[in-house]
């Protein structure tokens, strides 16, 4: 309800991404227009004027033939069409989808835009005969109307009259690439059992059993669900952080989808006042921070791996690097290209129901620039019309962890040269944020912000979102010298004796991280309310601190625990439940946006805003999502990360012919 809409494409999956997608040139008062005229007095009005609507005279268009006598019986109380009872009544109703087509109608979607806001959104069920091509007549008549009795300045190109049943019948066919996508399910479903069947049979240590192996249903369900996801249990309190947060991100996608007019509310301006001036909705605004998160897991657990590839390789550290980054490639390409394979072909089938032409029969930017993901560059090169708005995180995650091999040798060699670069990529992100800020004059309000910008030239960008993933890096080191006090910095060994030694500074660490985080998520509230007076200084003060300020507080709340003293929270977080779900945290990311979308496309009613119908949502679209990612990761994403761990092991491919060589390799092939 908040969006200036051109094209049906435009509130998209192509546009959801992980900020709140609030668009320009709105205006409040639009929200609160008094629809007091009824149908009664719209038909007079009209019947009175059919001088002024020629095309409802003109011969030929059973269309409109059909429409009139509709209307006409509409407006009797004794002979109402049960095509009227599948329409919507008031401003915000959808009628009855399915109910539309059992009565053999036809179900158009209506909406009136005024200024980038839409102050009437209908489901209408018209006679059978109608089209979209024939709707020309009505649209001057509601534009009549709407000027002559509303009083609502308008013109033709503010009426958007969809033929649901029309994009649903294009949309629903099978293409090539579906059959190729399915195809592709199919295949790696039968590699699955292939490899499980095979393995029944007993272990072959050949290239045939390797393989197998990987694709064994049993080993990788064991692995999802029972297998441990670190060797040092005290970094267990990683997976709750992973899940939560991505329970956070399925909220505010949740918030912000439905916000994109995929489900018509029926209290816009009751929900706007809610978000603008109930600061516990920030809750559902500040869910960006969560992405910073995931930047910094991505710094610390990066800095461990690649840090244990190095000293244990027998390869060389620039095979060794390279391989690094093959693996990761190879083990994010067959989940990722299979949604953006799904995207253009296999869910268009799967579409039916009111809202689903919100989605797009087609998707322009995927099928023109899906090479841009799988280079992830997407978010420098046609970064307003990406393929997956979601996936710009990908991008820059990939392109963060192109440093990690860098920090590593860096310090390794001269503790102090890393830190160096620390401080240098700190400062240079720091100067580069304002810069933009101010070149664009961009603000953190998301009702006056252009979202677009925001989004192409700040938000996206891995030179102002690295903050958090320097913090991460700088975690790992400080966990490293606990772990290896004598190749530490003296810094970080005080720091950490002072942790373990010190009941009272963790118990400090706990509410002082929690006091952090919750000013970084709730005072984004005071930039965004109507009564708020931030300056721009307090603004750019915010933006530039406020994400690693928040990953600063989390890392107060968990770091004690990496030491072996976590107390609560390795209670809390690192139970075995967040272990299995953390395993799945890539295909539900990748996913859920999808669940979420189809989720709520799927409602036929208008929904009330009330918060703890969103969070409701959003745990029906968490449970789902992480359904749908335990069959991604057990057909998809496991068995091909463990083929290219097979092929990719210390630089070489491991795979022997003959059970004397894998013996042989085992001496010198390091543990991943």
């Known amino acids: 309800f908040f969006f200036k809409q051109k094209t049906a494409y435009e509130i998209s999956l192509g546009l959801v991404g992980s900020e709140m997608c609030i668009r320009d040139s709105f205006d409040l008062n639009l929200l609160n227009i008094p629809l007091t005229i009824t149908p009664a007095q719209l038909w007079d009005s009209f019947q009175n004027n059919i001088d002024q609507f020629p095309g409802f005279k003109e011969p030929g268009n059973v269309c409109v033939e059909d429409l009139i006598l509709y209307i006409n019986h509409f407006m009797q109380e004794k002979s109402i069409f049960s095509l009227s009872a599948a329409t919507g009544i008031g401003a915000y109703e959808l009628g009855s989808y399915g109910g539309c087509k059992k009565s053999y109608g036809r179900y158009f979607y209506f909406m009136l835009m005024y200024r980038g806001v839409p102050i009437l959104m209908n489901g209408l069920c018209l006679p059978e ?34 033929d649901t049943q029309q994009m649903m019948k294009e949309g629903n066919s099978i293409k090539t690439g579906g059959v190729i996508t399915i195809s592709i399910f199919i295949i790696a479903m039968c590699l699955c059992l292939g490899g499980t069947v095979f393995l029944l049979f007993g272990k072959e240590p050949t290239v045939v059993g390797k393989i197998a192996e ?38 505010g996608h949740t918030f912000e989808i439905l916000a994109g007019l995929i ?16 600061r516990p909705f920030a809750i559902y605004t500040s869910a960006t921070l969560s992405v910073d998160v995931f930047f910094f897991l991505t710094g610390f657990l990066g800095i461990l791996v690649c840090d244990h590839q ?62 841009l993901n799988l280079l992830y560059i997407n978010n420098f090169v046609k970064s307003q019309d990406n393929c997956l708005g979601w996936s710009w995180y990908l991008s820059n995650d990939f392109q963060m962890y192109l440093l990690i091999p860098l920090f590593c040798v860096l310090y390794s060699r001269r503790k102090m040269f890393g830190l160096g670069l620390i401080g240098l990529l700190s400062a240079m992100t720091i100067v580069a944020q304002i810069s933009v800020l101010a070149y664009y ?24 979102r690295i903050a958090p993933f320097l913090i991460g890096v700088v975690a790992a080191w400080m966990y490293q010298s606990f772990k290896d006090p004598k190749n530490g910095l003296a810094v970080f060994n005080k ?27 709730f005072c984004y509230f005071d930039f965004y309310a109507p009564d708020g007076s931030k300056s721009r200084f307090e603004e750019y ?84 999502t992480y359904l749908l990612s335990l069959l991604l990761s057990l057909f998809i994403e496991w068995p091909f990360t463990m083929l290219s761990k097979e092929f990719l092991r210390s630089g070489k491919r491991p795979i022997k012919a003959s059970a004397p060589e894998e013996e042989k390799s085992k001496e010198v092939t390091a543990k991943p």
Not at 232 to 244: A, W
Not at 263 to 278: F, W
Not at 365 to 370: E, I, L, V
Not at 499 to 508: A, F, M, T
């Open 214 to 251: 990987c694709f064994n249903i049993f080993t990788n369900f064991k692995s999802i669900v029972f297998g441990e996801n670190t060797v040092d249990k005290n970094l267990n309190v990683l997976n709750g952080v992973r899940v939560l947060g991505m329970g956070w991100i399925i909220l």
């Open 263 to 278: 489900t018509p509310l029926i209290n816009p301006l009751e929900a706007y006042n809610k978000i603008t001036k109930e």
């Open 541 to 624: 003060l915010y933006i530039i601190f406020g994400r690693p300020g928040f990953v600063i507080g989390l890392l107060f709340m968990i770091y004690p625990a990496f030491l072996g003293k976590g107390g609560f929270t390795q209670v809390l977080l690192g139970n075995d439940l967040f272990c299995c779900l953390s395993k799945l945290t890539f295909a539900a990311y990748l996913f859920h946006p999808l669940v979420v979308v189809f989720n709520l496309a799927a409602l036929e009613e208008a929904l009330y805003f009330q918060g703890y119908k969103m969070v409701l949502l959003a745990l029906e679209s968490f449970v789902l």
């Open 495 to 521: 720091i950490n004796n002072l942790i373990v030694s010190s009941r009272v500074v963790r118990y400090i660490m706990y509410p002082l991280g929690f006091f952090i985080m919750w000013c970084c998520v």
């Open 441 to 464: 004059n961009l603000t953190v309000n998301i009702f006056k912000a252009s979202t677009r910008e925001f989004r192409s030239e700040y938000y996206i960008k891995p030179y102002c």
């Open 310 to 371: 190095l000293k244990t390789s027998k390869t060389g550290k620039g095979v060794t690097t390279i391989m690094l980054y093959v693996h990761r490639y190879l083990r994010l390409l067959p989940l990722y290209g299979l949604i953006i394979l799904s995207i253009l072909y296999v869910l268009p089938i799967l579409y039916e129901g009111p809202n689903y032409w919100k989605m797009g029969a087609d998707n322009p930017n995927c099928k023109d620039y899906w090479y």
């Open 129 to 162: 005969s109608c089209r979209a091509e024939h709707m020309k007549p009505f649209r001057d008549a509601v534009v009549w109307l709407v000027r002559e009795i509303m009083k609502v300045p308008i013109s033709p190109e503010s009426i958007i009259l969809i």
